[in-house]
């Protein structure tokens, strides 16, 4: 048997500027996870997905352009067998369409569990760059930080074309993710922020630029541990999103009581439009701003915690 897993992810700054160019920062989120078992099965010569709980059953014969079908093909290059009979169990706990990942996170585990069934651990960087050509497929110009982050599975300071960087967390992060309940179409958000810039680039680009100095004050505000200007920035990165008309009613709404309960910092993650809203807390204000979230909305709120860095 083959075993695969990858988490969610959370961008904590950066999500759309990344797009264009600059910096972003993401982080894995340990409790929320795609998990995948392989099993060579019976002479059919296809290799077949199925999430049980989702209902789902992708088999590369019959779906070859599915996300899941090409990731499966992919890792049948990787390890160099033209034809297998596998079958692949998958479990996660991803919420999907939600701005956490779910797409780059279960690619990771099934392309993880196929190669692991042919005896082969592949290195991170090798991973990330398979769930990208999987990501290209249905995000159009996706800008490479999902992959990245949930194939190394560690904080990520990602620049579009260069090489991650891992920045090393002096503190443990304490993290709220709140589930707006709308759905968030990365393609659809990304195209609007493009159509947006088409119309009128000036203040586009500027609110573009300035997210990306937002970012490289994160980054020694993340390795120091000060949460209170990492949130500061979270916040200041909310209101540009906002501006850039990526945020929802719904969003502005957790967002907000997020602040007014206490949080350090809050904002929407990912794509946006929808999707989920993240709060960062100490381990004080945790209980009140997760009930402030539920309060304004949030149909979920998941506690998620980063661990500092162990030198
Ligand atoms: O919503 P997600 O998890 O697919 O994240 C999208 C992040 C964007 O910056 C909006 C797009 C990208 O390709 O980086």
Redesign the pocket.
């Known amino acids: 048997m083959g075993l695969g897993e990858a988490p969610a ?1 959370a ?1 904590l700054l ?6 264009y160019g600059y910096p ?1 920062v993401a982080v894995p989120l340990p409790e929320m996870r795609a998990r995948t078992q392989a099993r060579f099965d019976n002479r059919s010569g296809d290799v077949v997905v199925e999430a049980g709980g989702r209902g789902l059953r992708v088999s590369v014969a019959a779906n070859p352009n599915h996300p899941l079908a090409v990731a499966s093909r992919l890792a049948l290059e990787e390890v160099g067998a033209a034809v297998a009979s596998v079958r692949v169990r998958l479990d996660s706990s991803i919420p999907v ?8 996170a279960v690619s990771a585990a099934v392309i993880r569990a196929i190669t692991a069934l042919f005896g082969r651990e592949l290195p991170d960087a090798v991973l990330s760059d398979l769930v990208y050509q999987v ?1 290209k497929l249905h ?1 159009g ?6 992959n990245t982050v949930v194939a190394h599975g560690r904080p990520v300071l990602f620049r579009r074309g260069e090489p991650p960087e891992f920045p090393r967390l002096g503190a443990a992060l304490t993290l709220l993710v709140a589930d707006s309940g709308q759905g ?1 179409l ?1 393609r659809e ?2 195209s609007g ?1 493009r159509r947006a810039r088409d119309a009128e680039p000036e203040p586009v680009d500027g609110r573009l630029a300035r997210i990306g100095l937002l970012v490289e004050e994160a980054v020694p505000a993340l390795v120091a541990g000060n949460g209170t200007r990492l949130g500061e920035l979270m916040t200041e990165n909310q209101r540009l999103l906002r501006e850039l008309g ?1 945020s929802s009613p719904e969003l502005d709404a957790l967002v907000g009581a997020a602040g007014e309960a206490g949080a350090l910092g809050a904002k929407l ?4 439009r929808g ?1 989920h809203a993240i709060a960062l807390v100490t381990e004080a204000t945790a209980p009140a701003v997760s009930e402030a979230l539920s309060a304004a909305g949030a149909r979920r709120v998941t506690v998620c915690r980063v661990p500092a860095h162990r030198p």
Do not use: R
């Open positions: 992810k961008i950066g999500e759309h500027a990344v797009v972003a369409a939600a701005g956490l990942g779910s797409g780059a990501e995000h110009n996706p800008s490479g930080i999902d968030s990365t958000a990304v922020v990526v993650t990912g794509a946006g999707g």
